[in-house]
Nanobody, 124 residues
Framework: QVQLVESGGGLVQAGGSLRLSCAASGRTFSMIAVGWFRQAPGKEREFVAAAMWSDDYTAYGDSVQGRFTISRDYAKNTVYLQMNSLKPEDTAVYYC?????????????????WGQGTQVTVSS
């Protein structure tokens, strides 16, 4: 089992920044990757970013490329999502997820464990 707890969401004006945190516990040694997804009301869950747990590989969704940065702190078992130049269309519940299977990293069904989510609201 892997437990994930997100924090850092909130309300920010367009153009502002937020940093989300995802603290992992439990069988973190089994994690292959950690991903961030988001879901806005009435929309499907969307891939935002992913980072391999044991190397430097990262990946980003097209809509956040160049604005968001994923990073890890191994000592704290924590993954961060730095979000800059935020837009109203970034408004969503943001979830972190852990991948233990290693078969893919861009779809929600490729992740076995999920956090409870944190709300990000960007005002215009």
């Amino acid at each position: 089992q892997v437990q994930l707890v997100e924090s850092g969401g909130g309300l920010v004006q367009a153009g502002g920044s937020l940093r989300l945190s995802c603290a992992a516990s439990g069988r973190t040694f089994s994690m292959i990757a950690v991903g961030w997804f988001r879901q806005a009301p009435g929309k499907e869950r969307e891939f935002v970013a992913a980072a391999m747990w044991s190397d430097d590989y990262t990946a980003y969704g097209d809509s956040v490329q160049g604005r968001f940065t994923i990073s890890r702190d191994y000592a704290k078992n924590t993954v961060y999502l730095q979000m800059n130049s935020l837009k109203p269309e970034d408004t969503a519940v943001y979830y972190c997820a852990a991948n233990l299977g290693g078969m893919g990293y861009f779809r929600p069904n490729e992740y076995e464990y999920w956090g409870q989510g944190t709300q990000v609201t960007v005002s215009s």
